[in-house]
Structures are given as C-alpha cells and as structure tokens.
C-alpha cells in the first residue's frame, strides 16, 4: 500500500504565498504522475496541477503564473508552490498519483488526505 501526505496549507493573506508538500510512503517501485486538486465548499473538485515522470507541466488557467509544480524523486515528494494568492484560491487541496508498488506490477492511483489553504484577510 502507499499513503500519499499532504502539509503546508493554513491561513494566509490575499497577495501572500504558501508551499505545499505531498509525500509519498509504503510500497513504491516508481511515480508516474503527480497532480494537485482542489475543491472548494459547494464546488467540484478541479485539477490545479500535474507534473509527468519527465518533468512536464500542466496548470489550470486560474494559476497560471501563479503556481509552480515541482517534484523530487529521491523524496518521492510532489510540491505546489502557491504565489499571490487569492481569496478564490480558498480550498482544499488534494495530492494524487499514479504508482507502480513493484516492477511489472500494475500502476494504481492513490489520494492524499488533503489540506486547507484559506486566503483571507
């Protein structure tokens, strides 16, 4: 089994920054794709994020700019970082990825628990 864990969110002012950190333990033979969710209160939950194997990137128009997603293999840690945020950024913030827990096994995807960012003065 793999735990994806999420930490860095809180409260933070309209304009400030936040850093975002998904680590990943348990069986894990290799990460495959690496994404940011979000879902805010009433709403469906969107994709922020997503980083390949290669170091490829996709962002929502809304962060565009604005957000940075990177990752360090040797950690097998996905991070967001979050720049002049916005209170429309106000969510939680959700950690997925694609694993392969053995060679030659399958590769499944997991979810993090999550974790609040609020923007708010």
């Known amino acids: 089994q793999v735990q994806l864990v999420e930490s860095g969110g809180g409260l933070v002012q309209p304009g400030g920054s936040l850093r975002l950190s998904c680590a990943a333990s348990?069986?894990?033979?290799?990460?495959?794709?690496m994404r940011w969710y979000r879902q805010a209160p009433g709403k469906q939950r969107e994709l922020v994020a997503s980083i390949t194997i290669a170091g490829s990137t996709n962002y929502a128009d809304s962060v565009k700019g604005r957000f940075t997603i990177s990752r360090d293999d040797a950690k097998n840690t996905v991070y967001l970082q979050m720049n002049s945020l916005k209170p429309e950024d106000t969510a939680v913030y959700y950690c997925?990825?694609?694993?392969?827990?053995?060679?030659?096994?399958?590769?499944?995807?997991?979810w993090g628990q999550g974790t609040q960012v609020t923007v708010s003065s």
């Open positions: 997925n990825a694609d694993v392969r827990e053995r060679p030659g096994g399958g590769i499944a995807n997991y």
């Open positions: 348990g069986s894990i033979f290799s990460i495959y794709g």
